[in-house]
T-cell receptor, first 114, second 111 residues
């Protein structure tokens, strides 16, 4: 019973490199989310997908793109990494459009951009 | 901009005491409220949800909601060292499709 699986768990990038963070859930949830967490800043929403085929910007979308590949998978891409994108990235999913039941989080990806 | 505010702490309580964590929110349309626990280096874990004014109890945890005053709180009775973590308050937006998180309160329970 995996829940929400994120890969990779750790990554070091050089400024200007690109990478894709992968997220998959096996709970048949409709909605998926990408957050970043920085010290003292809490969790900030980057992008979300309310349902398969739709994506929307969150609070801090600049420098990121997303793809909702199917109902299970939601990826986050950094096209040209910057040191300001050093953070811990969490993927989450929820049962429906109305987040009445809260989120289930993945284990996170620790990204360092040098 | 919708805001969720928490005192960053650390809040230090002795083992066996009651820990009281508070959260205020700005969006009067919010309907769902959550408390997450996050251990250092781990992902947030849902521990309580509350939707109606009043108290909701689950074991040693009690969530309290007052929509008129726009605050939600979490009480932890008989605090244990294993409760030492950061507690995140989360509130849904009025459209109900995403959560906004507070910055978290770090709780330290001393033996």
């Amino acid at each position: 019973n995996a829940g929400v699986t994120q890969t990779p768990k750790f990554q070091v990038l050089k400024t200007g490199q690109s990478m894709t963070l992968q997220c998959a859930q096996d709970m048949n949830h409709n909605s998926m989310y990408w957050y970043r967490q920085d010290p003292g800043m809490g969790l900030r929403l980057i992008y979300y997908s309310a349902s398969e085929g739709t994506t929307d910007k969150g609070e801090v979308p600049n420098g990121y793109n997303v793809s909702r590949l199917n109902k299970r998978e939601f990826s986050l891409r950094l096209e040209s990494a910057a040191p300001s994108q050093t953070s811990v990235y969490f993927c989450a999913s929820s049962e429906g459009w109305q987040v009445a039941y809260g989120y289930t989080f993945g284990s996170g990806t620790r990204l360092t951009v040098v | 901009q919708k805001e969720v505010e928490q005192n960053s702490g650390p809040l230090s309580v002795p083992e066996g005491a009651i820990a009281s964590l508070n959260c205020t929110y700005s969006d009067r349309g919010s309907q769902s409220f959550f408390w997450y626990r996050q251990y250092s280096g781990k992902s947030p874990e849902l521990i309580m949800s509350i939707y109606s004014n009043g108290d909701k109890e689950d074991g040693r945890f009690t969530a309290q909601l007052n929509k008129a005053s726009q605050y939600v709180s979490l009480l932890i009775r008989d605090s244990q060292p294993s409760d030492s973590a950061t507690y995140l308050c989360a509130v849904n937006d009025d459209a109900g499709n995403m959560l906004t998180f507070g910055g978290g309160t770090r709780l330290m329970v001393k033996p």
